[in-house]
Each structure stands twice: as structure tokens, then as C-alpha cells.
């Protein structure tokens, strides 16, 4: 006579189910987990451009700074954006090679060097070579900052009209 019991060897549908729907889980959880202990990198805030922002020191902000340097590096036009969110107009020197310069910006406006009508610094003697970094100085009153910024040439087309000419 045939028995109609199932034994343990024969799983019930219904275990069989929830065995497939637990192996499912655990596919999906594996194949995606490594996102919660690894950092996701459209998270991560960074400068979607050649230059260098210079970490909030004071009243001005200054974003994507970067030297185009002649051939022989002596001497390099300074491209960045200063920002000034404060209500009163501030001025910031920068120093690059042994010479600082000062630009003036307004309150609640940004100063575009090398942009908008507005003519790039122009730092001679600064010695660095496209390719490498310079150290320049950000400094607006008491506050200020280091920070090496990337020195590049003219091949960039866009850039081409920067490189300054040979000393």
C-alpha cells in the first residue's frame, strides 16, 4: 500500500517556497549589500574641474584656482572664482612665487579671474613648470590659507589664450 505521509525527505511546497524566497534574499542582499560598508562615490563632494578650491578660511570663498604657466614656467596668469557671501566688501591677498597681489570683492558677489571682463593675476617669477604645483596664499584679514594649486599650459584650448608670454 502506498503512504501518503511525506517524510523528510520530501520538503512541503510551502517550505520549498520559503527556501527559494530566502535564497532569493540573500542573492539580492549580497549582489547589493557591499553599498552599506563602501563609500558611494556619487556622495562624495569634489571639483569637477582642472583647478583647486581653497577650504573655506574666511569671508571669501575661492573656488577652481589654477596657474597657466609659459613653457618655461616663469611666469603664470592665476584663473579662479573668489566669492564673497558676507554684506561688506572684503580683499584678498594672493601670494604666489615671493609676489602678492590683492584683489577687491564686492559684498554678496564673485570676482572671476580670467572671466566675465575680468583680467587673470599675473605672477612672474613663480618657477614651477606646467605639470606641477605651485603653493600659493590666500589671505583676507587675519584668516587665510596654503594650499598648492595645479600649474598648467595652453593645451588645453580653453586655456590657450592664458599662457603668458616668455620672460
Known amino acids: 500500500m502506498l503512504s501518503t505521509h511525506r517524510g523528510a525527505a520530501f520538503p512541503s511546497r510551502t517550505s520549498r517556497v520559503l527556501a527559494s524566497v530566502a535564497l532569493g534574499a540573500a542573492v539580492v542582499l549580497g549582489a547589493t549589500g557591499c553599498n552599506m560598508v563602501a563609500p558611494q562615490a ?56 615671493g ?15 580670467g572671466f566675465e571682463g575680468v583680467d587673470p593675476l599675473l605672477f612672474e617669477g613663480v618657477d614651477h613648470l606646467p605639470g ?6 590666500f589671505q583676507v584679514g587675519a584668516d587665510g590659507a596654503e594650499q598648492s594649486i595645479p600649474v ?16
Open 42 to 97: 556619487t556622495t562624495i563632494q569634489y571639483s569637477p574641474a582642472e583647478g583647486t578650491n581653497i577650504a573655506d578660511f574666511g569671508p571669501v570663498t575661492v573656488r577652481n584656482a589654477l596657474l597657466v604657466a609659459n613653457d618655461d614656467g616663469s611666469a603664470a596668469n592665476l584663473l579662479a572664482a573668489l566669492v564673497n557671501d558676507t554684506d561688506q566688501d572684503e580683499t584678498i591677498k594672493i601670494g604666489v612665487g
Open 99 to 113: 609676489t602678492t597681489q590683492s584683489v577687491d570683492v564686492p559684498a554678496r558677489s564673485a570676482v572671476s579671474l
Open 132 to 137: 606641477t604645483y605651485a603653493t600659493a596664499t
Open 152 to 167: 598648467l599650459d595652453g593645451t588645453l584650448s580653453y586655456l590657450a589664450d592664458f599662457v603668458p608670454d616668455e620672460s
